[in-house]
């Protein structure tokens, strides 16, 4: 569906983005709609995936989670934490993501304190050897999506031309 997204549908997703709680008249007015379009367009774009939910956004810190890490995996043979194991098993992980490289995984974690973090790679290094990379601040997280301009042409250096 994403080529299939105009400007409009654009502008509703960051109204969305930014206030999920809108109703289709608030946001109606912002992308210059009638509500019933809107409500068209939300349901087209929750129908083709490219809206996958609504969320709250909770500050970590403030629910005692105040600790953030990045953690590198890589799995020992037959033991891969995600084939092996189950979510409720390791609520501090909040992110999955698999790789490339020599890493298999990475996966961020929130966690109360230095002490439950250092538990926590115990447990996980039944499964893979981990590098952890602890955050020290995050200036941006969770940016919009947004209509992106064309990427550039890949330009092609003259000694690899045939």
Known sequence: MGADLDPTDWAIIAEVQRDAR????????????????VAARIRRLEEGGV????HARINP??????????IQLHCHPGRCLLKTSAAENFPEI???????????TMIKVRTASMAHLSSLLERIGE?????????LE??????????????????RHPGWNP
């Open 51 to 54: 809206i996958e939910g609504y």
């Open 22 to 37: 809108l109703s289709f008249n608030q946001i109606a007015r912002r992308v210059n709609l009638s509500a019933p379009s």
């Open 127 to 135: 499964y893979a050897d981990a590098n952890s990379h602890i955050v």
């Open 94 to 104: 909040v992110e999955i993501h698999r790789l490339s490289g020599s890493s298999c």
């Open 61 to 70: 810190a403030a629910a005692g989670l105040p600790l953030t890490a990045f």
């Open 138 to 155: 995050t200036p941006l997280e969770q940016q919009e999506l947004k209509l992106l301009p064309p990427a550039p042409a890949a330009t």
